[in-house]
C-alpha cells in the first residue's frame, strides 16, 4: 500500500466505524497539530478521541478526498466534510444544521504508519453555517 493509500484510508474509514484502521495505520507515537484544538492529538487513543468527538456531534459526518500529492515519506491531502450536527461540539449546542467544510492536512509517514500531521481547516466557516459566529460582512 503505497503512503497516499495510507492516508487515504485513515481519513476516511473511521467514519463508516472502521477503527480497527487507526490500529493498523496510525504510529504508537502519533501526533497531530490542529489550532482549531486546544492541545495537539497523541497516540492512537488521542486519534481515536478526536473521530469518536466529530462523530458524537455529527453521526452522519462523511469526508471525501478531493486530491493528493505525495513525495517520498509525505502526503498532502485536500478534502471535504460534510455532516448534520446532532450532538455538542466546542460547546456548541446541537443545531440540525448540515455544514462543509474544507481542509488540508500534511501527513508525514514512517515505517508504512502515520506518524505526524498538520491539519489546517476551515473551523471560521463551521462556526458561520452553525450560526456560532456572524456571517462576515459583505460590501
Same mark, same amino acid.
Not at 478521541?49 to 493528493?68: K, L, R
Given at each position: 500500500?503505497?503512503?497516499?493509500?495510507?492516508?487515504?484510508?485513515?481519513?476516511?474509514?473511521?467514519?463508516? #466505524?472502521?477503527?480497527?484502521?487507526?490500529?493498523?495505520?496510525?504510529?504508537d507515537d502519533y501526533t497531530g497539530y490542529d489550532p482549531a484544538m486546544p492541545e495537539p492529538t497523541r497516540g492512537r487513543e488521542g486519534?481515536?478521541?478526536?473521530?469518536?468527538?466529530?462523530?458524537?456531534?455529527?453521526?452522519?459526518?462523511?469526508?471525501?478526498?478531493? #486530491?493528493?500529492?505525495?513525495?517520498?515519506?509525505?502526503?498532502?491531502?485536500?478534502?471535504?466534510?460534510?455532516?448534520?450536527?446532532?450532538?455538542?461540539?466546542?460547546?456548541?449546542?446541537?443545531?440540525?444544521?448540515?455544514?462543509?467544510?474544507?481542509?488540508?492536512?500534511?501527513?508525514?509517514?514512517?515505517?508504512?504508519?502515520?506518524?505526524?500531521?498538520?491539519?489546517?481547516?476551515?473551523?471560521?466557516?463551521?462556526?458561520?453555517?452553525?450560526?456560532?459566529?456572524?456571517?462576515?460582512?459583505?460590501?
Amino acid at each position: 500500500m503505497d503512503n497516499k493509500e495510507i492516508v487515504r484510508r485513515v481519513a476516511t474509514e473511521p467514519w463508516t #466505524g472502521n477503527f480497527d484502521v487507526i490500529e493498523e495505520l496510525v504510529a504508537d507515537d502519533y501526533t497531530g497539530y490542529d489550532p482549531a484544538m486546544p492541545e495537539p492529538t497523541r497516540g492512537r487513543e488521542g486519534v481515536k478521541e478526536f473521530f469518536n468527538q466529530f462523530i458524537a456531534a455529527y453521526p452522519d459526518a462523511s469526508m471525501t478526498i478531493e #486530491g493528493q500529492i505525495g513525495e517520498g515519506d509525505w502526503v498532502a491531502t485536500r478534502w471535504t466534510g460534510t455532516g448534520t450536527q446532532k450532538g455538542d461540539l466546542m460547546g456548541i449546542p446541537a443545531t440540525g444544521k448540515q455544514v462543509t467544510v474544507s481542509g488540508i492536512t500534511i501527513s508525514r509517514i514512517e515505517g508504512g504508519k502515520i506518524a505526524e500531521e498538520w491539519t489546517n481547516w476551515d473551523t471560521l466557516g463551521m462556526m458561520v453555517q452553525l450560526g456560532a459566529v456572524p456571517a462576515p460582512a459583505t460590501t
